[in-house]
């Protein structure tokens, strides 16, 4: 019935009707995702309808109104066939300022159109094959990356922003052709970063490092959607990035190494927007070539270095294991290194680790990449080892009991899942410069069994990369509970009770006389045995 009513005003009514009527139907159906079946054609022409009203010269009031309901009616993939043609996703094109003869962005009251068009083409896009090839055909792509460039340094249209790089992400995502188009022909790598240096406010201060003011705002809800946007279709364009890595791209992947640090420190608008923006960023630093990514630490200024000193002096003399990892002014140093980011990573993996669900999505990505940086950058894997599997000094509990990180990743290496305890394992062997003696005295030699046979292990020794010679240091604690420890279990036991202990003297020569006769049984045995054999 609404269907009919709006489909009569549409085709006979002037502009003011048109807009009144479209109005009802929007914010009746807002919510409405599932559409009845009976009712499909009665879509379509409205939606046919809809699109002769747009090439009309009608006001921008009345534009917002039929592309909402154009945008409600194209979540509903059976009415898309016949109205998604070429003619049609032009008229968007044009309302959206994708031609290229659109050559800027200054009428305010436009906007709401433009914003209302991509989102029509977003779900146009998503939902109809026909639609996705014609894209292609209008070179969709490039008009796109035309219009971020025309807005991606003016905070004020952030929606147009969000849903042209939403757009972005689909098209890139549905055809692999399109991400090529966007790395080498579009410049899209220098493009998408300098956007997401835009909505972060970046300030430089080196080449590769950025002014991170810890007491500063949040990010807005606009900035953040648009940068998470953006962190999702450079992610498409970069995915096969590990493989095919040129030198001439490594400045260009360390600009982007070194704005995803920026994203790392700071914050969104609530704790679940901080989460997503924080789990694309990681997701596309796993597409950085591993040796771009010594970009997430960088060396103390000079100041830096001055409180550094001052704090490591008033740390008491007998805390030396732990002089080389401060904090000072939220800053986490390690070994002259600002390990801000990497830190924040950890902490993400043991969240992650705390959902106790979807460890395969959420997880594995994370832990992937700090055993990635481990394994190449040997500041990043020792300030881990320090922070995960520090000097032991209690070994009364199984190295999977507890609530430290090392408890929990030492749980995960007896996940049901296979990927997840795969590289659960491989983190801490990295940590351990892949030495089995030092992973088993972390983890006992039970929970390491499976990476130790699906290397060849089993017997000792060490991987295959190689790593510096510093020895780990054995705390006091750890070298006299050595000696009780259960290798299996990885913990120390109580030592068991020698029965010997409570007998009598008449009882001891009683079990000795026994152990004799057994042992001279077993020798006659052997000899019968041999003067069979010779007489054979």
Known sequence: MDEERALYIVRAGEAGAI????????????????FESTDEDKRKKLCEGIFKVLVKDVPTTCQVCCLEVLRILSRDKKILVPVTTKEN??????????NESDDSLEKVSEFPVIVESLKCLCNIVFNSQMAQQLSLELNLAAKLCNLLRKCKDRKFINDIKCFDLRLLFLLSLLHTDIRSQLRYELQGLPLLTQILESAFSIKWTDEYESVIDHNGPPLSPQETDCAIEALKALFNVTVDSWKVHKESDSHQFRVMAAVLRHCLLIVGPTEDKT????????????????????????????????????????????KTAEKETVLKNNTMVYNGMNMEAIHVLLNFMEKRIDKGSSYREGLTPVLSLLTECSRAHRNIRKFLKDQVLPPLRDVTNRPEVGSTVRNKLVRLMTHVDLGVKQIAAEFLFVLCKERVDSLLKYTGYGNAAGLLAARG???????????????????????????????????????MPNPIDEMTEEQKEYEAMKLVNMLDKLSRRANVKDLHQDGG
């Open 457 to 495: 292990l089993l017997a000792g020794g060490r991987g295959d990369n190689w790593y510096s010679e510093d020895e780990d240091t054995d705390t006091e604690e750890y070298k006299n509970a050595k000696p009780n420890i259960n290798l299996i279990t990885g913990h120390l036991e109580e030592p």
């Open 19 to 34: 807009e009144r009527v479209l109005r009802d139907y929007s914010d009746k159906h807002r919510a409405t995702f599932k």
């Open 89 to 98: 996703m032009q008229i968007l094109l044009r309302l959206a300022k994708l």
């Open 275 to 318: 989460e997503e923006l924080h789990s694309n960023a990681v997701n596309l630093l796993s597409n950085v070539p591993v040796s771009c990514l010594d970009v997430l630490i960088c060396p103390l200024t000079h100041e830096e270095t001055t409180q550094e000193a001052t704090t490591l002096d008033e740390l008491p003399s007998d």
